[in-house]
């Protein structure tokens, strides 16, 4: 097995070539199954500008049973890509308010990938209480 290469230079990659390799990697290291198709994916995180916005559908509604059911049923991805999917949108915001707001983008990296390393994450019993 071996890693992809970014592109040459600062180029990006295809938003789908983000998300593929991570939830393989999920579904590789653990057996998933949803929970329930019937019921909502409860989001209590930011939301995108609607501008930024990969769809024009806030997180909130686009992780109820029925957009998921639409993500499944006309996009052909499961609830676990559209949920990776929101995550390295998020990153990507993250990096773009980095970039805008000023601050030593380089310095800001590195203390987020400390904080990456270090911090907590949560855990089953953390996301029964959110739910």
Do not use: H
Request: charged share 35%; with cysteine; glycine share 6%.
């Amino acid at each position: 097995m071996s890693n992809r290469p970014w592109p040459d230079g600062d180029a990006t990659l295809p938003f789908s070539e983000l998300v593929k390799p991570v939830c393989a990697a999920i579904r590789r290291a653990y057996r998933l199954e949803r929970v329930d198709r019937d019921s909502d994916v409860p989001w209590n995180g930011p939301e995108l500008p609607e501008s930024m916005r990969a769809a024009d559908i806030e997180y909130d509604k686009r992780l109820t049973a029925k957009g998921l059911a639409f993500d499944l049923d006309d996009q052909g991805r499961e609830a676990i890509e559209v949920i990776v999917g929101i995550a390295i949108q998020l990153g990507i915001e993250q990096g773009r308010r980095l970039i805008c707001s000023g601050q030593d983008v380089v310095r800001e990296l590195r203390s987020m990938r400390r904080e990456l390393m270090t911090a907590p994450y949560p855990t089953k019993d953390d996301a029964k209480e959110e739910s």
